[in-house]
């Protein structure tokens, strides 16, 4: 069976872009990166959203309360829940230092067995009960896209929004124990920090969950919006490493990379290209960024990742661009110099090839074709 949706007959100015099918709630401060081609599926009270998949088969709703209103996010799974739940334990968990609680629930709803996933997050000024879920006999096939989502789910704005979701903080706490420690040589000095190699694995888990959705875009075979999914999938893995990134980033900062963009940029640029060319070797074939500059290895993808992490970071705009036709990626960033540039929203960024030991602006005349390639923006 399908979800029965209801048709809006409004819209309202929760989008941020027509496209990016990402949604910031101001009054309630919290955003929501669905995935692609999902509708509103009910806006009449912004403290009760929902969304539906462009199936029909998934709903999504954020639900929002006083902060005083419960005590703790497993009151909120009793009293919110305590009609449905039929003695189902949940777990507590704590993201972004919330009290949080979160259960998997088969339900029955309309005479229809239900299944789905459900977030409770306490804190003084607003609490957040999520749920997404769909009919059990749709469960399996579209379990990526309810974790996904809520994953995708964040309190605030600027540098919550770039720290691993609620589901990637469930399944390991965020920051890590950084008992492990890294070390690396760039541009003649040697630099060491700690991370946690446990991150690496509760990262990768986010990006063959992404991978799996990708499955059913390209089963679709609608190539815009295919394009349209594969933005956000790079997206939603830039997004759950950028914060795992800060230790690197801070012992960075404290060697000379140089003074200008342009120059950290080449500096940088030159370093990943002398990663030892290698891949996951899972569904995804993609290496988490944060273990690819550990381990100094990664794939063209894994490598653009990494690069635009690290620049962002720095302040630097970049754009990482992907090609199905050539079956490769590489990077563009906006700085000065000479050579092949890529135009992107009335700019051009300069070509930045991650896997070849070339200078930047350099591209071989077979991958030319503007036409042929697809700028993912994480500025």
Known sequence: MKIKIIILVFLFSLLLSAYSEEFFVEEHNYSIYVPEAWEILDSSNLAELSFASDDQTVVCQISTFEGTKFNSAEEMFNVLTGDINNGTQGSSFLYNSDDSYIADISFISSGNEMRGWFLFINRDDIDYYILSFSSADFYEEKLPFLLSVLDSFRIGEDEYVMLPGAISQFYYPFPGNNKDTAQMTINGNLINFKTDINEFEASQLVIEREADLMIYYQELDDKKLFAEAWKRYYKIIFRDNYSRFNNFIDALKKIDIGETSKDKAKILLNWIQNFEYTSSGTFSDL?????????????????????????????????????????????????????????????????????????????????????????????
């Open 287 to 379: 290496l988490t960024p944060i273990s690819s500059v550990c381990y100094e290895n990664g794939d063209c993808d894994a490598r653009g990742l990494s690069y635009s992490i690290i620049l962002k970071h720095l302040d630097i705009d970049s754009l990482l661009l992907v090609s199905w036709q050539y079956k490769h990626s590489m990077s563009a960033v906006d700085i000065e110099g000479d050579g092949a540039r890529y135009p992107y929203e009335n700019r051009t960024y300069l070509i930045a090839e991650t896997t070849e030991v070339v200078d930047i602006g350099l591209i071989p005349q077979s991958m030319a074709d503007v036409e042929k390639w697809i700028p993912v923006s994480f500025f």
